[in-house]
């Protein structure tokens, strides 16, 4: 005969963990796995699926690492500094958004900054998700707040990252930061986009 306690064991996970957003969960996990290949690899993954580069526009994993390549990164310090920000701002837009819509947001930027990249590099390759990371921060400052007003945080952090992606445009990788300010861009124009449909 077994007995169930009437007192719930406050220490199960579900007691002080939240898992509610799939996607951000989801997005930062697939990173790791694509960092793991990369390491196993010895960064052949990396080249094959997860940075966006000139390249045969016959090869079909021409146009998937147009999508993938913001899942990739080049080391570990790389991962953790994206993440770090990336696990802050992401959650915030998936629950204001949705997943479907926040997902759209991602592959739109992919895309445009893949894209980017492709005009305007030489013989680079470009990976990372900086360009998703300043989707986010743009769009959070600009997307539509009870008190229309602009916290002054979430805009220090946006001056910090984009006043050092203007420094980066006249350094060596000039390319992908300029690709980088793309995606903010993307992010300001989501904002602007979304905010107009709210009102209406």
Known sequence: ????SKHP???????WLELSSPLTLGFAGLSLLALALALITGG???RALFSVYRSSAGNPLFYIRLFTHVLGH????????NMAMFLLLCPLVEKTYGVGRTLL???V??????LV???LSANTASLGASGIIFMLILLSASSTRKTRKIPLTLLLVAVIYM??????????DNVSQLAHLIGGLCGLGFGLLLTKKQNH
């Not at 064991?9 to 007691?15: E, I, R, S, T």
């Open 105 to 107: 947001m991602f592959a």
């Open 9 to 15: 064991n406050k220490w199960h996970p579900a007691n």
């Open 117 to 119: 990249h492709l005009l």
């Open 109 to 114: 930027t992919a895309l445009i900054t893949g």
């Open 1 to 4: 005969m077994t007995t169930t």
């Open 44 to 46: 052949a993954s990396n």
């Open 74 to 81: 080049a080391d570990f310090a790389h991962y953790a500094t």
């Open 163 to 172: 006043g050092q992606e203007i420094v980066g445009i006249f350094q060596k």
